[in-house]
């Protein structure tokens, strides 16, 4: 769709195959349709140097949309020739352009790329490793020590290799606690629980500083089935994250829209105090008290502020 909202013309891949339109099947890359894309891929395929030339000319986009368009279409090919350029956009900040990159680097299948998605394995997004041991796989790599295993297997979602291989996986185990994705850290920890290890200590030790409260929690039954001492445990949980509402704002907010300080603080009935307020003062004014409703609000409105300020004040961490 345009911003107008009319829809696009379908690009005709035959015939700008038989034009050896280039340029046109770029931008079919583009065209919001997967067949469209997929054709205009192979039919790049098939045009040659000044083809792939093109395409990797455009590989240099900052335009994340043209940008997997383009690497889509290099993993169609499959020329070897894109293996360099897309190793470098392993490094690209954009876990999609990675995530994109690994996949199309195992559709190649050219050896090459072994260390780059190696080093995938242990990227802190979890498509990204998923894609790096996918990409593995095509290319036929085999682990070659215990954490490379671990990771390829936590890669591929297969949670169940690294709980057999016990603590022998806690290194793999602990770099995948550094994932962006709360369920990611949930099963690592669940799994360095299973394993009923004391090796596995340190990194549950860990755990227990993750942003996430129930990451925390999981961390601590974890370590008890590790046979982590329970003295050891407030230790690792007083280094987490302190997340506290601030009085100031909640004061503030009670103050210009009294009640909603209260919602800001999780309270659900500062809607009736909200509420409230607004029936009041649409009588006062009603009624012709304008004079009336400010020496009445303005002293209320100045309570509920303090109060919602020492709530805050007075609520734990979370």
């Not at 407030?234 to 506290?244: D, E, K, V, Y």
């Not at 020496?295 to 109060?307: F, M, Q, R």
Request: proline share 5%; glycine share 6%; charged share 25%.
């Amino acid at each position: 769709m345009n911003l107008f909202g009319f829809q696009k013309q379908k690009p005709d891949i035959d015939a700008l195959t038989k034009k050896r339109d280039i340029d046109g099947l770029i931008k079919a890359l583009h065209f919001d349709d997967f067949d469209t894309q997929s054709s205009a891929a192979k039919a790049l395929g098939t045009l040659g140097n000044e083809a792939m030339e093109k395409i990797l000319v455009k590989l240099r986009t900052r335009n994340r949309s043209a940008k997997l368009g383009v690497i889509q279409a290099l993993g169609m090919i499959r020329d070897p020739r894109a293996v360099d350029p897309l190793i470098k956009e392993m490094n690209d900040e954009n876990p999609e352009i990675r995530w994109d990159s690994a996949i199309a680097l195992g559709e190649i299948g050219d050896e090459r790329a072994i260390p780059s998605l190696k080093k995938a394995l242990e990227d802190p997004d979890k498509y990204v490793r998923c894609g790096a041991a996918f990409g593995l796989s095509k290319i036929g790599w085999k682990p070659e020590n215990a954490k490379e295993k671990a990771l390829y297997f936590i890669g591929m979602q297969e949670w169940w290799v690294p709980k057999e291989m016990g603590k022998s996986a806690v290194p793999a185990l602990s770099t995948v606690m550094k994932d962006q994705d709360i369920e990611t850290r949930l099963k690592a920890v669940e799994v360095l629980g299973d394993i009923h290890d004391r090796d596995t200590g340190p990194v549950l030790i860990q755990a227990l500083a993750d942003a996430d409260s129930s990451v925390r929690w999981k961390a601590v039954m974890a370590a008890t089935k590790a046979g982590v001492p329970l003295m050891f445990l407030p230790r690792g949980l007083i280094r987490r994250p302190r997340i506290r509402k601030n009085p100031k704002i909640a004061a503030f907010l009670n103050f210009t829209l009294p009640g909603v300080g209260y919602q800001y603080l999780g309270k659900w009935w500062g809607i009736i105090v909200f509420q409230f307020d607004v029936a009041l003062t649409l009588w006062l004014l009603r009624f012709g008290k304008e004079e009336l409703s400010t020496i009445i609000l303005i002293p209320l409105y100045i309570i509920i502020a303090i109060h919602a300020y020492y709530m805050a004040v007075k609520m734990p961490d979370m």
